[in-house]
């Protein structure tokens, strides 16, 4: 399983960015991913998840109505449109997937709000 994540980068406060994570080695139709992000001196803590056929989506509340996730399942890519973006969200995002019983992320991708 490899999950290799990008499109993060320096944003200024109320800016844009959307983040990609290309999967592979493993059934990417078939699986949930999600997004998690860990800011500095703090623990890692989810921000959104979908189902394998893209139906159904989670949102941590301190994302919502601002961010969104969405897969392409041809192209074994997730992603995360982040809108209105706060100083809080600085932190390296990871893209996850549980796969036969053990998490599997990615090297992650750092996101830097300023103001």
């Known amino acids: 399983v490899q999950l290799v994540e ?3 980068g320096l944003v200024q406060s109320g800016g844009s ?3 990609s994570c290309v999967a592979s080695g493993f059934s990417f139709s078939s699986y949930p991913m999600s ?3 860990q800011a500095l001196g703090k623990e890692r803590e989810l921000v959104a998840g979908i189902i394998s056929t893209g139906g159904s989506r989670f949102y941590a509340d301190f994302v919502k109505g601002r961010f969104a996730i969405s897969r392409d399942n041809a192209k074994n890519t997730v992603y995360l449109q982040m809108n209105s973006l706060k100083l809080e969200d600085t ?3 990871y893209c996850n997937v549980r796969y036969s019983g053990m998490n599997y992320w990615g090297k992650g991708t750092q996101v830097t709000v300023s103001s």
């Open 35 to 37: 997004w998690y992000r």
């Open 6 to 8: 990008s499109g993060g």
């Open 17 to 19: 960015l959307r983040l």
């Open 91 to 93: 932190a390296v995002y």
